[in-house]
């Protein structure tokens, strides 16, 4: 749910269609990584609603809950699931850079760091602690 539907749909449709506004930037920095980070997302969601139907369906539910995924399952839908998180991760730090790099450099010059509003203060942190957590995340699956 927050992998595939609030971050997506908050940071990567409303940022992506709000932050150029308040920026006064014809469009974002990379729009072809832009379009990366969605295609990415969009084959991680297909790839862990496709683990459930193979084998005997991912042992530890969506959630990886510990107890249930500690014996290990020798079918692929567990390293499906895990191979689809691995890439919804890589689509976030793409967005992430993406949001960076758009605040950073393509801002108009009458826009400076003091006068931007919160929103796009917001995204810009959050990209910040993606860059920061999510590797740490992947290495921990």
């Not at 006064?24 to 997302?41: K, V």
């Not at 758009?102 to 760091?113: E, F, H, K, Y």
Request: net charge negative.
């Amino acid at each position: 749910m927050i992998f595939f539907m609030v971050m997506p749909i908050l940071i990567g449709g409303f940022g992506n269609w709000v932050l150029p506004l308040m920026l006064i930037a014809p469009e974002m920095a990379f729009p072809r990584l832009n379009a990366l980070s969605f295609w990415f997302t969009l084959v991680a969601l297909f790839m862990v609603y496709h683990s459930f139907f193979v084998g005997m369906g991912a042992g530890g539910s969506w959630t990886f809950y510990p107890p249930l995924n500690t014996e290990g399952l020798p079918e692929l839908s567990t390293d499906t699931m895990i191979l689809s998180l691995h890439t919804v991760g890589f689509g976030s730090l793409l967005g992430a850079i993406n949001f960076m790099a758009t605040v950073q450099n393509m801002r108009a010059t009458s826009v400076t760091l003091d006068q931007m509003s919160m929103f796009v203060w917001t995204l810009y942190l959050t990209s910040l602690l993606l860059l920061l957590s999510v590797p740490v995340l992947g290495w921990g699956l």
